[in-house]
């Protein structure tokens, strides 16, 4: 089983328990309808961070109160912010299968979630090596509604990054995303090199790092 299949398996929820075949199939017939639908789009910039206390920082005009994010930033100059989005084809075939056949909605959903976490990864390992020739590390991707930084920041993200015409990425009212296969996210950048995990603090082994998000 390759990566995006498994991570996919897992959001299904099928944790550790065997997968049977037919579902496996609908996995990989969603992988391969999302490959022609998903019209990838990414755009991020770098933004000065200061600190105004440990859990009051500005990431340009981003200013965020969170004692999680705080803690994972801290000791960072400066901080990549990202929007990514699979695009709006992904949701209208959400919305032609839903009429007629939901356990392919619920894999496409799975598949989606593998197919943009996999797509950031991957791009995430070219800002890496970018940055890392002049000298900075990256701390983990950080989104807006993980531990305390709040879902509201991310309209000022989106205008930070001017989503809406830089990779066609806007909000409902209701603060949803839309398309809605699309993330926002902060990685902090620093002059120490701290091993981070791509997946971030919850899949490190570092359990006594000073930066964990989380406890
Ligand atoms: S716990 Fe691991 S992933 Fe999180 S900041 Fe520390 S080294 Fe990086």
């Given at each position: 089983m390759d990566a995006r299949t498994k991570e996919a398996v897992r959001y299904l929820g099928y944790g550790n328990h065997a997968v049977d075949d037919s579902t496996l199939a609908l996995v990989a017939s969603s992988f391969e309808e999302l490959e022609r639908t998903t019209g990838r789009r990414i755009i991020y910039r770098i933004f000065d961070v200061s600190f105004k206390d440990s859990d009051h920082l500005e990431i340009g005009k981003l200013d965020i109160v969170s004692k999680n994010l705080g803690k994972n930033l801290k000791g960072c100059q400066s901080a990549v912010v990202l929007g990514a989005t699979l695009g709006a084809g992904v949701d209208m075939l959400l919305r032609k299968y839903a009429l007629t056949d939901m356990a392919r909605v619920v894999a496409l959903q799975a598949c989606a979630a593998a197919f943009l976490e996999e797509y950031l990864d991957e791009y995430q390992e070219k800002i890496r090596k970018e940055m890392k020739e002049q000298g900075l590390y990256l701390r983990p991707r950080f989104s807006p509604?993980?531990?305390?930084?709040?879902?509201?920041h991310q309209e000022m993200i989106l205008r930070m990054l001017d989503t809406a015409k830089t990779i066609g990425l806007t909000m409902t009212?209701?603060?949803?995303?839309?398309?809605?296969?699309s993330v926002t996210a902060i990685i902090g950048l620093s002059k120490n090199n701290v091993p981070c995990h791509t997946k971030g603090c919850e899949s490190c082994n570092k359990t006594d790092c000073t930066y964990r998000r989380n406890p």
């Open positions: 509604g993980y531990g305390d930084f709040s879902i509201e009212d209701s603060s949803m995303l839309t398309p809605t296969k």
